[in-house]
């Protein structure tokens, strides 16, 4: 019986592969948050934007550097405060417009403004000049070593598609606006934007005038790409053959995929972990049933609650084996994570006695938010979690609700307890720092919705930029890290594993950033 | 005394016991049998608390590593033993199942109810007084025809969970349900009892009370209400069992009650995530119970609509 269905769905999987050999059906929890490249920091909304639109450099699958708009880039030889990128000639947009120095700048621009949430990335650039139609110079308030690997998401726009569409400032996502650029694209990437409806299925179709035509695979001439929240929906699409490639196959269903003929599973450990912030910033909380105070600016209560986390339960029940529990909130491909800040134990009887202390003997009653279409099992974390904390007096109202709803929550500060997953794209520590450590503000911590601030952290964290000696930088990052573990400042729960499911003819490898790049797949 | 009394009037379950509906229920093996399911599920909710081994809406007792338990087999890591197995958060699925299923009766009764009120009251109104109050109901209930049901009641619990303080929103949760699903459902009652209005309003017993004077509320109340009841008592049946599928259906979509605190639909829509990985047993009691509860509610109302139709007799 159960044979049967088993060779029943790799038939059909067979069947349906050889009629769309060149369509890659691609299917994932949530969908893009906008096609506006610089509106929203996320990785699923920049993997999207990847097909279409492209940076100065880019990632290739292994999570290495690649020329993408630019051939070369290298510090200015008489000028350490200045890059200089030279920009790849003869590339057009989809619509035609040549691309040129001018976009460079353009864009650059556009992702320091206001309503920008690359702005962390870019910080330390005081100016981008043309200086001719394929060069583009950086200025930086000092030296910045690391700035190429701040640009690897930073996708380059048409000023003139821009301007022609209203679509100059960056779409203001808190506040509920939505531009020309939110659902339209025009980029020089591999693929064309063909159709778009957010939450529903996107189409691209290869891109014929491409550069970098005779440079990669380009297999796929068709990408459909559908959201598909439900984690069993999901698997059964890829069972049934209806769609090749899932990018988040739920942890309950690895062995079946892979024991079905004709589908693969790849796993790999993630740049990301996953973790809960609190805000201990505020005099007293929107949502719990402390009056007049705030039970979550006690350091100790903040650490009694990072002590009731079962990391390996978690790990073992909702995770199936497939996480790295976390002490520190930086995975460790990431430049300023040691062994020794990762480890974390669990100890009830000690998380109750720093309660008591703290003078919350009997507990108090708090609402966590979570996404359920984001993480691997993000809303199982949660649940498990309300228990645990449950058992140091603690009563956590879970809301759970999709990502769109729950982002606008953390980056408009409106939330007390919440979850969030952080990858690296720049691995290194900085990027941590600038989004989530440093106090909140028009230029950096604009995920920080923890309401910490400590004005000696934000001079390390701002020194780092332009900080030349490696070996001082690092000095400084391991300080700030301190400060933050003592502190106390989140509660890491682990570190994420991947597991994409796919068609056996389907090659391409697990990228630590969780971004497919279709241009690289190979299709036999 | 008590037994001459009993002697001379019997009771009135015997008095029931023997009226046509009874002979009627003794005769009808489904019936007997639905009532039989029906009741032993009501009991086995309201006397959760004594029944359930475990009590899974303490999220304090509940050990994330009896996860996953398969029924009957002790599990890996705690050896701790469950009747039907326990589900991703290591909740006793038997435990969850009665407590579950407190909520979805709770929330099937209370919005029946709440349906059945408002209803009645509206259909009469519009049967008996006419004129604009009538095309006034009808027309709202006519248009409220045009949308589904479950729309309808996610419409209002959107607006009502929008509108209701974050920190009360669990605890309000159900009784949002019970309005969601009461709100969506009145216009089948409003129409029955406005269509039969319509007739009993031109009886003779209702015409002579009015010329006795009586008020045209007491006319409602006292004169055609009673004789209107026996087609609600069907529909309030029937209804029920689509309230408590309902109430099910906002839950499995997520909009329904809160995660921590699980009915029927709530956890389907748990198990139905591990439908590909074997672990059916988290998916197939909850359904199982919520089929048979229905299932047997249904019938009984099939049962009670036969009987109570003269031209079928």
Redesign the interface.
């Known amino acids: 019986m159960k044979k049967t269905t088993f060779l029943a769905a790799a038939l059909l999987a067979s069947t349906s592969l050889s009629a769309s050999a060149e369509t890659l059906r691609w299917a994932r929890a949530g969908d893009s948050l906008t096609l506006d490249p610089h509106a929203q920091n996320e990785g699923p909304t920049h993997t999207l934007a990847h097909q279409v639109y492209e940076p100065l450099i880019i990632r290739d699958m292994t999570g290495a550097f690649q020329a993408a708009l630019a051939t070369d880039w290298a510090p200015k030889a008489d000028d350490p405060n200045v890059w200089v990128f030279n920009l790849r000639q003869g590339v057009k947009y989809h619509d035609g417009a040549d691309f040129t120095a001018e976009d460079v700048v353009f864009s650059i621009n556009r992702a320091k403004s206001d309503n920008s949430d690359m702005k962390e990335l870019l910080n330390s650039i005081t100016e981008v000049r043309a200086v001719d139609d394929h060069t583009v110079e950086f200025v930086t308030d000092g030296p910045n070593p690391i700035l190429p690997s701040n640009l690897t998401n930073l996708f380059m726009m048409d000023k003139g598609w821009a301007e022609a569409n209203d679509a100059v400032t960056v779409q203001d996502v808190e506040g509920g606006e939505k531009t020309f650029a939110t659902t339209n694209a025009n980029g020089t990437g591999a693929y064309k934007l063909v159709s778009r409806e957010p939450d529903v299925k996107t189409v691209m179709t290869l891109n014929e005038d491409y550069w970098g035509k005779d440079e990669f695979p380009l297999d796929v001439t068709e990408i459909v790409y559908t959201p598909i929240q439900?984690?069993?929906t999901r698997?059964?699409a890829l069972?049934s053959g209806e769609v090749d490639f899932i990018q988040d196959v739920?942890v309950?269903?690895l062995?079946?995929v892979d024991e079905t003929d004709g589908l693969v599973v790849k796993t790999a450990p993630q740049n990301r972990t996953i973790f809960f912030g609190m805000n201990q910033g505020a005099d007293d909380l929107?949502?719990?049933?402390v009056d007049g105070k705030n039970p979550l600016a006690d350091k100790r209560v903040r650490q009694a609650m990072n002590m009731a986390i079962?990391r390996d339960?978690?790990k073992?029940?909702?995770m199936r084996g497939q996480s790295q529990p976390a002490g520190i909130i930086a995975p460790p491909f990431v430049n300023g994570w040691t062994a020794e800040m990762d480890e974390v134990s669990t100890d009830i009887d000690a998380a109750k006695a720093l309660m008591e202390e703290a003078g919350y003997s009997d507990g108090f009653?708090i609402?966590l938010d979570c996404p359920?279409d984001r993480y691997v099992n993000d809303?199982?974390i949660c649940?498990?979690s309300?228990?645990?904390l449950?058992?140091i007096g603690i009563t956590?109202?879970?809301?759970?609700k999709p990502k769109a709803q729950h982002f606008p929550l953390i980056s408009g500060n409106e939330t007390d307890f919440y979850m969030l997953g952080w990858g690296v794209p720049t691995y290194d520590s900085e990027y941590i720092f600038n989004f989530l450590v440093h106090t909140r503000g028009s230029d950096r911590g604009s995920w920080n919705s923890t309401g910490f601030s400590n004005a000696e952290v934000d001079q390390m964290i701002q020194s780092l930029a332009s900080e030349t000696d490696l070996d001082k930088r690092n000095a400084t990052i391991q300080s700030i890290w301190d400060v933050v573990q003592e502190e106390q400042v989140y509660i890491p729960i682990h570190h994420q594993v991947l597991n994409w499911g796919m068609t056996e003819n389907v090659g391409i490898e697990v990228s630590p950033e969780d971004d497919p790049k279709i241009k690289f797949f190979e299709l036999d | 005394m008590a037994d001459i009394q009993q002697d001379i009037r019997p009771s009135r379950l015997h008095r029931a016991w023997n009226s046509d509906l009874g002979w009627s229920f003794r005769h009808a093996p489904v019936a007997v049998a639905s009532t039989f399911v029906v009741l032993l599920l009501i009991i086995g909710a309201v006397l959760a608390p004594f029944i359930a081994p475990h009590s899974p809406f303490d999220p304090g007792s509940l050990n994330l590593m009896n996860g996953f338990t398969p029924p009957g087999q002790a599990n890996q890591f705690t050896g701790d033993y469950f009747l039907l197995g326990t589900d991703d958060q290591g909740r006793d699925v038997f435990s969850t199942i009665l407590y579950g299923m407190r909520i979805s009766l709770f929330v099937g009764f209370a919005a029946v109810l709440l349906a059945m009120v408002l209803g009645v009251t509206l259909g009469l109104l519009a049967g008996y007084l006419g004129g604009w109050t009538e095309t006034i109901i009808m027309r709202v209930a006519d248009v409220q025809l045009t949308f589904p049901a479950i729309l309808v009641a996610m419409l209002i619990f959107g607006i009502a969970k929008g509108i209701t303080p974050p920190e009360y929103r669990n605890e309000m949760a159900i009784w949002v349900l019970i309005l969601a699903i009461g709100l969506s459902d009145w216009v089948q009652f409003a129409r029955v009892v406005r269509g039969a209005t319509l007739v009993e309003k031109n009886r003779e017993y209702v015409q002579a009370a009015k010329l006795i004077g009586r008020s045209p509320f007491a006319i409602m109340l006292r004169h055609i209400l009673p004789n209107v009841l026996n087609p609600v008592l069907v529909i309030a049946t029937i209804s029920l069992a689509l309230a408590i599928i309902a109430e099910a259906t906002l839950s499995f979509l997520g909009v329904g009650a809160p995660p921590t605190k699980p009915s029927l639909g709530t956890l389907i829509r748990i198990g139905q995530e591990f439908m590909f990985s074997g672990e059916w047993w988290i998916l197939f009691f909850p359904a199982a119970t919520l089929l048979a509860l229905a299932l047997s509610i249904n019938l009984l109302g099939d049962w009670l609509r036969d009987a109570l139709n003269p031209r079928l007799r």
């Not at chain 1, 929107?286 to 049933?289: L, V």
């Not at chain 1, 956590?396 to 759970?400: E, I, P, Y």
């Open positions: 439900n984690a069993a698997v059964a069972l739920p309950q269903d062995g079946r929107a949502n719990d049933n079962n339960a978690i073992q029940v909702v009653s609402q359920n809303e199982a649940q498990a309300v228990g645990m449950a058992q956590v109202n879970l809301d759970a």
